[in-house]
């Protein structure tokens, strides 16, 4: 499910709950500036390319997760936003989506996702290139960041979603990161999503973070720590 969809359904959750308990909330000021392009530290050019069962089995497991999610099924490979939904400015929909979706080309892409509290979710991808795509597929998902710090779009059912896009402070991470932070409001409420996006080798990976509150950033710095450690093959706590 792309991510305009599935935030669209969330937040139409996140709508109801709060008309039931008189509690919403609206999106806040103003969300940092985006940091500058992050150059890769080193060549990955010359890095094994992953296949799909391997990339699948490197991803994170629940022991990751913080406390209280669950495992959900891997969405299906290609999945994406739902018929008629619609963006504004349309390049803004690839926004949260896969990388490979963001990229094309890749020889491998895989998916986790996990399901907390309160609407709470983590979502895990990544894809692997041949013939040092990998800095290319990186550069090309921080290029898509500028141009939309601040867009709307619909759902197949009409419903209207604005999302804000704004920088995020993270530790460097692999050969090379950046992190953002996506506000996504419908019908009053707001969904709160911190994403890391890391080079790894041949392995571009993204994890994104949602909560209806906002999530705390050290969860996320650990989450993607954790995903270097275990795309690299290296053991760590």
Do not use: H, W
């Not at 919403?24 to 000021?29: F, I, L, R, V």
């Not at 990998?134 to 601040?150: D, E, I, N, P, Y």
């Not at 419908?186 to 999530?215: F, M, N, R």
């Amino acid at each position: 499910m792309g991510s305009l969809t599935r935030l669209a359904l969330l937040a139409g959750a996140l709508a109801l709950t709060a008309t039931a308990c008189g509690n919403g909330k609206d999106s806040g000021g103003p969300l940092p500036s985006l940091g500058p392009t992050v150059q890769p530290t080193q060549s990955p050019g010359g890095a094994p390319v992953l296949d799909e069962y391997t990339l699948r089995s490197d991803l994170l497991d629940l022991t990751a997760m913080p406390a209280g999610f669950t495992a959900l099924d891997d969405p299906p490979p290609g999945a994406s936003g739902g018929a008629g939904a619609k963006t504004d400015p349309a390049q803004c929909a690839k926004v949260l989506e896969a990388i490979a979706v963001q990229a094309p080309g890749a020889a491998a892409r895989a998916a986790a996702q996990f399901g907390g509290m309160n609407f709470a979710s983590v979502d895990i991808d990544a894809a692997s290139y041949a013939n040092g795509g990998a800095a290319q597929a990186f550069s090309a998902v921080q290029s898509l960041l500028t141009g939309c710090t601040k867009y709307a779009g619909t759902d197949a059912d009409n419903t209207k979603v604005e999302f804000r896009l704004g920088g995020l402070s993270q530790p460097q991470a692999g050969d090379g990161s950046t992190a953002f932070q996506v506000r996504t409001t419908s019908e009053g409420l707001t969904l709160y999503t911190d994403v890391s996006i890391t080079l790894v080798g041949s392995t571009v990976v993204q994890i994104a973070y949602s909560d209806a509150k906002e999530p705390d950033p050290q969860q996320l710095s650990a989450m993607t720590a954790a995903q270097v450690r275990k795309l690299r093959g290296a053991a760590g706590p």
